[in-house]
């Protein structure tokens, strides 16, 4: 189901980082530096109090050891506790990140991102370019040698943006791979996973019937409407909102999904929404990167304390393109 505010529930989830597990927790781990799939995830390498029972003969592999460690951890926690391992990722390169490298971020925040593209090149709701494939291509072959090679299991639940370059990126990542009954690859398409809202027309989404089409066996949630009700020309959604937003994902699939271990395919800014809300240190993604986050959820009783304001900001914009100053 679409948000449900936090506020008006008897409960809440308290949500927090469980850190030590891998390398992107850490303050030393730069993220500009960091690559996914060299670093197998970041997964660090150590032992855990389960080992003794699970893998007294050191058979196992640091993933299937990690696996069991976190079903053990929700088998034995405290009433209204749970864990999830989040593998949060962010979608490949699409053409409006193509263009605001043409432009530069000042010109594209001004104009170019408030056009349908260039007469070129098109961004509005942008689809992946051959670079993007590419990287969620590179995502699959990683996940392929994990499950191969590793023992690692694939994620449980799938979500995704409703924007097409998220879709297309975890179609590219995960469509190919051999996927148990009991957990098959059909992304739920999530309104509230967006990236920030308003003015870019990169980030206003097609309508509902023409993402069914691309992909018509994909679950739409509750709610989900026909066309876009949340994109406007003339306003662009602050970080707060996003975090509060975020806050709104999260509970939904906290609250629905019983599920440990699950993927999601958004954005730049949402993901650095839904780490700033959990309370994890700060890490940028680059395009077709992925960081896994193991987080700890607790009920609460009583309501979740006011978010403060959530405006939607005026943006400054320009009447014509700016001028590019071209090297000699």
């Known amino acids: 189901m679409m948000g449900q505010s936090p506020e008006s529930k008897s409960t809440y989830l308290k949500y927090s980082p469980v850190t030590g597990y891998f390398e992107q ?48 951890l929700n ?28 432009y530069g971020t000042e010109a594209w925040d001004c104009y ?4 349908d593209g260039n007469g070129n090149i098109t961004w509005s709701d942008a689809l992946l370019t051959p670079a993007g494939i590419a990287q969620a291509s590179h995502a699959n072959a990683f996940w392929r040698t994990l499950t191969t090679d590793h023992g690692i299991p694939l994620p449980q ?24 009954k009991d957990s098959p690859f059909l992304p739920t398409i999530k309104e ?3 990236e920030a809202m308003g003015v870019h027309t990169c980030d ?19 709610g989900f409407e026909e066309n876009d009700p949340l994109w406007v020309s003339d306003l662009r959604e602050a970080d707060s909102a996003m975090v509060v937003r975020a806050r709104s994902a999260m ?18 800014g949402m993901i650095a929404s839904l780490l700033e809300f959990i309370g994890h240190r700060k890490f940028g993604l680059g395009t ?6 193991l987080v700890k959820a607790e009920r609460n009783a009583g309501q979740l304390p006011p978010s403060g304001d959530t405006p939607w900001e005026k943006v400054d914009l320009c009447t014509e393109p700016p001028a590019i100053l071209l090297p000699n």
């Open 288 to 293: 077709g990167q992925v960081i896994p986050v």
């Open 251 to 268: 509970d939904d699939i906290f609250n629905a999904d019983g599920n440990t271990h699950i993927s999601i395919s958004s954005h730049s």
């Open 192 to 194: 509230m996973l967006r």
């Open 25 to 72: 927790d850490e303050p030393g781990t730069d993220p500009r530096e960091y690559d996914f799939v060299s670093h197998s995830f970041g997964l660090i390498e150590r032992e855990y109090d389960t080992d003794a029972i699970f893998d007294p003969n050191h058979e196992r592999t640091q993933w299937q050891r990690f696996h069991f460690h976190i079903d053990e």
């Open 157 to 180: 639940s799938y979500y995704s943006s409703p924007l097409l370059r998220c879709l297309a990126t975890a179609y590219y990542t995960f469509s190919s791979l051999s996927h148990p």
């Open 112 to 115: 170019w991102s408030t056009q």
């Open 204 to 222: 206003r989404r097609s309508s509902k019937s023409a993402i069914s089409k691309l992909y018509p066996d994909w679950p739409f949630e509750e």
């Open 75 to 102: 088998a034995h926690a405290a009433p209204g506790v749970q864990f999830k391992v989040l593998y949060l990722g962010r979608h490949g390169e699409g053409y409006h990140n193509v263009a605001e490298a043409l």
